[in-house]
């Protein structure tokens, strides 16, 4: 998501130079900001650091068909991202904040699924409006 944002956007262009809610069904109590914000830092965290794996196993001058692999296992760090985030309970005052963001998230990982490396030539960054929203929310972590 929001983590992937440089990262696919290096790999795009080095493709272009190369030529080619609860388990238990029971409501969890909300997180203070505070918790809620350490744990979505930590999913967000890792979620670069498989895309940064990802990445690097395609090497530097990829294939058109490992750019494409690249993009559909993004899309699915992606997802599991937005689904660890969503299980989370923020406070009151973030819900709508949260909503929001992981709206947002999700229409940029369905824009990068199905448009995936066109629009990343192109310049178009698929999780930008998520990115602003996690900022706003003082996810710094989930907008890198």
């Known amino acids: 998501m929001f983590a992937i944002r440089s990262v696919l956007a290096c790999a795009a262009v080095v493709a272009l130079v190369a030529g080619c809610g609860s388990e238990s069904g029971q409501r969890q109590e ?3 900001a505070a918790q809620f914000r350490m744990k979505a830092q930590s999913i967000c965290r890792d979620a670069s650091s498989a895309t940064k794996r990802i990445v690097a196993n395609v090497g530097d001058k990829p294939t058109k068909a ?3 692999q690249l993009v559909a296992t993004t899309v699915v760090v992606v997802r ?3 689904e660890d985030l969503d299980r989370l309970v923020p406070p009151r005052e973030l819900q709508d904040d949260v909503d929001a963001m992981l709206d947002s998230a999700r229409r940029g990982n369905e ?11 192109k310049g ?3 999780f930008k409006d998520a990115d602003k929203k996690s900022l706003a929310i003082g996810l710094d972590d989930c907008a890198k």
């Open 30 to 32: 909300p997180l203070t």
């Open 66 to 68: 490992q750019v494409k």
């Open 111 to 121: 824009q990068l699924r199905t448009h995936g490396m066109q629009m990343l030539l």
């Open 80 to 82: 599991n991202e937005i």
């Open 124 to 126: 178009k960054e698929p």
